[in-house]
């Protein structure tokens, strides 16, 4: 049936969600199953990076360049390529946002954004986990020492004999990537700018943290909820 009606009725606003969790929360498996579930594209920074980085675009030159240095990709071309992506028609009736914004800037920049065309961030869902769970799952992987293909997790996925790979008897290790200190030091570099976008948002009226220290079904089942609440209460 042909609708005639205005654009602005209130449950099919374009949905733009942010994903937000410390690294080892479940984010990116969140965001994907919400996805799925939602019917709105899953959009990864990471994966629009490394995308930009194999094009042949200018804007994928310019990414290339701050990758190959070393340094940081500037909020500005990181805004420039999450802008693209959100112009795409797929992403007409929304996304979810995984891994941007990184900072307060980034979250000013995403408003401004979405301000010119009339709509703004309607949440931004934050998968919560303890410190103690975060570091047991970061630190907990364990690599075959004769094939790097053969991984394991303490928790999530141990070996029947510890220290022992399953698949073909050579011993385990740790990376230098997953031990205690190095976790613990990307983790005390990488949350406080994302406690400040969590406020940033809280202030905004649009912060639905969910707890993620349950298996992965019932916390997108959470987050699910909180959407739902968010649409019956417009
Ligand atoms: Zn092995």
Request: with cysteine.
């Amino acid at each position: 049936m042909a609708t005639t009606e205005p654009a602005a009725r209130p449950g099919d606003e374009r949905r733009i969600i942010v994903m937000m969790g410390a690294p080892g929360a479940g984010k990116g498996t969140q965001a994907e199953r919400l996805a799925t579930a939602l019917g709105l594209p899953h959009i990864s920074t990471g994966q629009l990076f490394r995308e930009a980085l194999h094009g042949d675009d200018p804007l994928g030159a310019r990414v290339r360049r701050y990758v190959e240095s070393g340094g940081l990709v500037p909020d500005e071309i990181v805004v420039q390529i999450v802008r693209q992506r959100l112009a795409q028609p797929d992403a007409a009736a929304g996304a979810i946002l995984d891994g941007f914004p990184r900072t307060v800037a980034q979250a000013e920049a995403l408003d401004e954004l979405l301000a010119r065309s009339g709509t703004s961030v309607c949440a931004a869902l934050y998968v919560e986990v303890g410190a103690d769970m975060l570091l047991e799952r970061l630190t907990g992987r364990r690599i075959c020492s004769a094939d790097d293909q053969h991984v394991f997790h303490v928790v999530a996925r141990p070996p029947r004999t510890e220290g022992v790979c399953d698949l073909c008897g050579a011993e385990l290790y740790q990376r230098e990537d997953d031990a205690p200190e190095t976790v613990q030091s990307r983790l005390d570099t990488q949350l406080p700018p994302m406690y400040e976008v969590v406020d940033h948002y809280a202030d905004a009226g649009v912060l639905y943290p969910v707890r993620g220290d349950k298996p992965a079904e019932d916390v997108t089942q959470d987050l699910l909820h909180a959407l739902a609440t968010i649409r019956a209460s417009v």
